[in-house]
């Protein structure tokens, strides 16, 4: 049964996906360039300069590879993956002679840089930090970085320009990001994630060219607490391969630490005990430290000796005891230690760009090297402006590292929903103003890359950001190197009842299913016009894709652990997509002038829909628990409203 409907499955895809990507607005991924010339491929994060300089590049069985000195062994690895992905059988060092070379090293190294000029590359007079340029025509590739990091960029970057079976696209790029610091901060509350996911994740940046993983979940008791208690044994064996798969991918794994809800800043105990548990995490490999003072109080001191210290509780004396604190961290830890990047903090006022004593206290007194983290104008924004960031830039005397509350869902206005809209609502512009950008993902790790994408890519190159375009990208990295037809378009689908995405307060900052509720308002349109027959034959197709599309991802999908953290909405969208398809048939049978089979019909669709709606979250694996939300507010209401539309007099059409 599965392999005669697939094909059918693979037809509505396509066709409903097409009718997705003419909506107003959206635009072809790697659309043709005006004059008929060759598309250029699709590549995340989106390079500054991308041109094409020919024909695509055949992968012979046999491939010449030249390593420079400085190639570290994760960069050799991924470019031998790379060319083998491409279909080459072996690869050699050495020599000459006639087929394809392959040449990747430093852009300072001659042999590199004429290897890249030779190849149709440009040759940039200066790349900034982890930049590169590459080229590939005819029989050569070269991959040229400024540092080590550019270099695993340029072998990622050659990892997307793989265009077929043996075949590369022919491309000139030069390319380096616009924010020093892009990534992810795992400090939501509620489970949190397991460590096989770690280890996926860190894959993950390293792909899409994140180098920050911030280690804060809020519900690990040795993070906050228990900050003073070692970890044990076998957890701190765990953290030491995460800091190594870390580096591997060219990530910065940052260790925080959270002792505000106890700490006595004016104890030299706990002071010390700070400084043992920082110190076990650099004997692990760790050189960025991160000490988070968000959400606690600073209208109490934890202990007697703080107000000796510093006086009565208030926003003046909290940040002068926040100051100190952090200020020994800096020069008494980090600056006696070889290879450790500045501390990085969240103060008590993380969420707004308001002028207080506790701010003003910061600026004046914390270490300028400090990296202050900040939400937004609120712990969820709607939208983070460049003239928002600059004002966060005066009240805390630097440029702040937003910790971007997206794609979350660790609050009450988030119960049962996956947030996979794209990223997006964060003006172009913003990396002249903020010094990094980290996302606070979803308990459901997988299912975070989906916003994860975009963030990597608007932290990249915000001024070339199109949300819609890495929305879709996102989609093809999920389905994997070889999908089928019907795999991305299902995935879209799935997004789209996914979209919704809200705030603390009662109105979302992005809309819920704004793809079915367009096709819905021609329907209806339609419909209202007296075409009603012509409204249903062109919803069909969205029905039967939403119906269809939880069996697609789960067969076609490599993502395995995006298909288990969605297990709930995907058994509930195919409930909910059967009661469409019902729905249409009831509509359908009214007009026909059978009244019977009409009503039968939508008993059927009520009955689905109420078996869709008592489907629950996943017990224990998100705070707060639920029922899981469909396009809610869009296809229910559509369902509950479609028996009393009216038939009658319907034209033929």
Known sequence: MRRSSRPLAAVIAFLTFLGLLLLPGATAAGAAPAGGADPLPSVVPRPQTMARLGPDVTVPAEVRVVYGDEVDRPTRELVASVLRRAGAKRLRGGGSGPGLTVTVGRLADARVAEALRAAGGRVPEELPAEGYALAASGTAVALAGADADGTYYAAQTLRQLVTGVRTIASVSIVDHPLMPLRGVIEGFYGSPWTHAERMDQLAFYGDVKMNTYVYAPKDDPYHREKWREPYPADKLAQLGELVRQAADHHVRFTFALSPGTSLCYSDPADFTALHAKLGAMYDLGVRSFSVPLDDISYTRWNCAADRAAYGEPSQRTAAEAQADLLNRVQKEFLDAREGTSPLQTVPTEYGDVTDSAYKRTLRERLDARVEVMWTGTEVVPPRITVADAARAAAV??????????????????AE????????????????????????????????????????ADFAWNDTGYDPDRTWRAAAAYLAGDHPD???????????????????????????????????????????????QRAALEALRPTAAL?????????????????????APWLDALALWGRAFERTLDALGARLDGNTQQAEQRFAEASSLAGQAGRIRTIPGETRPEGPVRVADGVLDTFLAAAPGLGGAGAHAS
Request: proline share 8%.
């Open 396 to 413: 805390w005397g630097r440029k702040v590292f937003v910790w971007d509350n997206y794609p979350v869902n660790d609050y009450g206005q």
């Open 416 to 455: 049962g929903r996956l947030l996979l809209a794209p990223y997006d609502a964060r003006e172009p512009g913003l990396h002249q103003q903020l010094s990094g950008l980290v996302l606070n993902p979803m308990n459901q790790a997988a299912a975070s890359k989906v916003a994860l994408f975009g963030g």
């Open 485 to 531: 037809a019907a795999t991305v378009p299902a995935l879209l689908s799935f997004f789209d009842t996914q979209h919704l995405a809200p705030t603390f307060g009662a109105e979302p900052w992005q809309p819920q299913a704004p793809g079915l509720a367009a096709r819905l308002a021609r329907f209806r349109t339609d419909w209202d016009a007296g075409r």
């Open 546 to 566: 939403l119906a269809t599309a939880p069996a697609t991802i789960r067969a076609g999908v490599a993502d395995r652990g995006f298909v288990a953290d969605c």
